[in-house]
């Protein structure tokens, strides 16, 4: 049971907008922590894709966008490519961990 | 370029120690924090520990599931950071990262970046 609570799956066809809600608590997302998004294509290592809640690493298009609001982020995914197709995780700070914590991972699929 | 390589990913019986060496280079290591990260097949990320940097006394923070059996530390002169796995489970099977955050917003808001490509543990009789 991951402290950051991600849908296991979503899908879109290619063109579509879809998006990825995490969803925390008051010791972490709602505590003011940033969070951060990484796409991990699978047998590769995770990759930086969102930090600080909305800001895109370059290189990262802009069609991939976060954002943040009480206990939950969310991602947006728009103008949907097969390439697109992936594992996403949130990640945050949690004070009563004293660590940082993950989501459970959500897998895009592009019909 | 700015890069984490992991390395001593081993098959490994039950009740036995490991050590993970992750090397840096392309950035200031020290200013850095270092994470391990690991996952098991199929599954999702579980962040392990961390260890800060000498300016934060070198603090080390575990996982619930592998405080008191793994240990974190680094060495700053050689850009390295270690991660030794004691008292072994069949359930410590993943591949393990090392990940870091950078010296601005830390442990507490910071991102991970880079990561290394993992490194294959499997806990097995």
């Known amino acids: 049971q991951s402290v950051l609570t991600q849908p296991p799956s979503v899908s879109g066809a290619p063109g579509q907008r879809v998006t990825i809600s995490c969803t925390g608590s008051?010791?972490?997302?709602?505590?003011?922590?940033?969070v951060h998004w990484y796409q991990q294509i699978p047998g590769t290592a995770p990759k930086r894709l969102i930090y600080?809640?909305?800001y895109r690493p370059s290189g990262v298009p802009d069609r991939f966008s976060g954002s943040k609001s009480g206990t939950s982020a969310s991602l947006a995914i728009t103008g949907l490519q097969a390439e697109d197709e992936a594992d996403y995780y949130c990640?945050?700070?949690?004070?009563?961990?004293?660590?940082?914590?993950f989501g459970g991972g959500t897998k895009l699929t592009v019909l | 370029e700015v890069q984490l390589v992991e390395s001593g990913g081993a098959l490994v019986q039950p009740g036995g120690s490991l050590k993970l060496s992750c090397a840096a280079s392309g950035f200031t290591f020290s200013d850095s924090a270092v994470h391990w990260v690991r996952q098991a097949s199929g599954n999702g990320l579980e962040w392990i520990g961390h260890i800060r940097s000498r300016v934060d006394n070198y603090a080390t923070a575990y996982a619930a599931s592998v405080k008191g059996r793994f240990t974190i530390s680094r060495d700053d002169s050689e850009n390295t950071a270690s991660l030794q796995m004691n008292s072994l489970k069949t359930e410590d099977t993943a591949v393990y990262y090392c990940?870091?955050?950078?010296?601005?917003?830390?442990?507490?808001?910071?991102?991970?970046?880079?990561w290394g490509q993992g490194t294959l543990v499997t806990v097995s009789s």
């Open positions: 990940t870091r955050t950078d010296a601005i917003f830390g442990v507490f808001r910071g991102w991970f970046d880079p």
């Open positions: 990640q945050s700070y949690d004070s009563s961990l004293s660590g940082s914590v």
């Open positions: 008051s010791s972490n997302i709602g505590a003011g922590y940033d």
């Open positions: 600080g809640n909305r």
